[in-house]
């Protein structure tokens, strides 16, 4: 079991950036995982980055590449989202998710993994 807590959303104008944090319980953090998806209102959740167990392997949304990045931090049990030139097509409510992994993979799709938070809002101004 894992319980992840989002946290780092706001309101920010276009071109600004922000920080998405997503902290998890419990002792086996570095044997998840871990992916950030975003979703609106009536639409379904998509993908926006994961990383693998050690970090060593990243993937990203092609509408993200070059300007977000999925990070880390297995001894402070905690998975970044670097956003930066952020825009108005950016703004929605994003989930970190955890998956029990005994491969060094990333995952895409929303049923790959079993662990979710509870979603922090990211508003982008024009």
């Known amino acids: 079991q894992v319980q992840l807590v989002e946290s780092g959303g706001g309101l920010v104008q276009a071109g600004g950036s922000l920080r998405l944090s997503c902290a998890a319980s419990?002792?086996?953090?570095?044997?998840?995982?871990m992916g950030w998806f975003r979703q609106a209102p009536g639409k379904e959740r998509e993908f926006v980055a994961a990383?693998?167990?050690?970090?060593?392997?990243?993937y990203y949304k092609d509408s993200v590449k070059g300007r977000f990045t999925i990070s880390r931090d297995n001894a402070k049990n905690t998975v970044y989202l670097q956003m930066n030139s952020l825009k108005p097509e950016d703004t929605d409510v994003y989930y970190c998710?955890?998956?029990?992994?005994?491969?060094?993979?990333?995952?895409?799709?929303?049923?790959?993994?079993?662990?979710w938070g509870q979603g922090t809002q990211v508003t982008i101004s024009t």
């Open positions: 419990g002792r086996t953090f570095s044997s998840y995982a």
């Open positions: 998710a955890a998956r029990g992994s005994d491969y060094n993979s990333t995952y895409t799709r929303p049923y790959e993994y079993g662990y």
């Open positions: 990383i693998s167990r050690s970090g060593g392997s990243t």
